[in-house]
């Protein structure tokens, strides 16, 4: 299975300001997805991370909000922009080789916004 | 729309018994797989076992099993000989194999406490 490192692994940021969230893949993935789980929930799928496109969002997530990069096969950032407090969550990245074979996750960065 | 449904928010068992898991699944697909995952306390996610929809044989790893009854659209999960370590979050996950999007849609969760 692919090893994922995600970073940072948790944030405290102001309300109004912007964290991007770093995702690496030791090899390279066809499918890059990123997930939101609010506290004491399940998790939400936000985006497709798409390689050299834009990601493809999910209803109620929008780009303007949470823009996604996929420069390579390795490699996606998540940024959570002007934050508030609703947006303290914790935000994992998932990878799958394949269509349609298992994901597996980074560690996941628990955002806290105050 | 797909739909993944843990009724059970809290388990608990005893160390060294066996525990059950419930999930049950809403799709109008044939072509499709389903997941178990366990979330401990670190918040990694961790893949427990895979199912293809297509497949009649429950999927076994160890001491973790599956109950896959298509037609009752059910998917439980059974953990023999229970260990501490086994304490997490436990999610249902439904993927559509028609769609090759690879997204996940989860339940949930059920809390699971092995006591010693």
């Known amino acids: 299975s692919a090893v994922i490192s995600q970073k940072p692994s948790r944030d405290i940021c102001q309300r109004g300001t912007s964290l991007t969230i770093q995702c690496q893949v030791d090899?390279?993935?066809?499918?890059m997805f990123w997930y939101r789980q609010q506290p004491g929930q399940s998790l939400t799928l936000i985006a497709t991370a798409n390689q050299g496109s834009e990601a493809t969002y999910e209803s109620g997530f929008v780009i303007d909000k949470f823009p996604i990069s996929r420069p390579n096969l390795t490699f996606s950032t998540l940024t959570v922009s002007n934050m508030s407090p609703e947006d303290s969550s914790i935000y994992l990245c998932?990878?799958?080789?394949?269509?349609?074979?298992?994901?597996?996750f980074g560690q996941g960065t628990r955002l806290t916004v105050v | 729309a797909q739909t993944v449904t843990q009724s059970q928010p809290e388990m608990s068992v005893q160390e060294a018994e066996t525990v059950t898991l419930s999930c049950t699944y809403d799709t109008s697909e044939n072509n499709y797989y389903l997941f178990w995952y366990k979330q401990p306390p670190s918040r990694q996610m961790i893949l427990v076992i895979r199912q293809e929809a297509y497949k009649q044989q429950n999927a076994t790893e160890n001491r973790f099993s599956v109950n896959f009854q298509k037609a009752a659209k059910s998917f439980s999960l059974k953990i023999s000989d229970s260990q501490l370590g086994d304490t997490a979050m436990y999610f249902c996950?439904?993927?559509?194999?028609?769609?090759?999007?690879?997204?996940?849609?989860f339940g949930q969760g059920t809390t699971l406490q092995v006591k010693p």
């Open positions: 996950a439904f993927m559509n194999g028609s769609s090759n999007t690879g997204k996940l849609i």
């Open positions: 998932s990878v799958a080789e394949s269509m349609n074979t298992e994901a597996f």
């Open positions: 090899s390279q993935v066809t499918m």
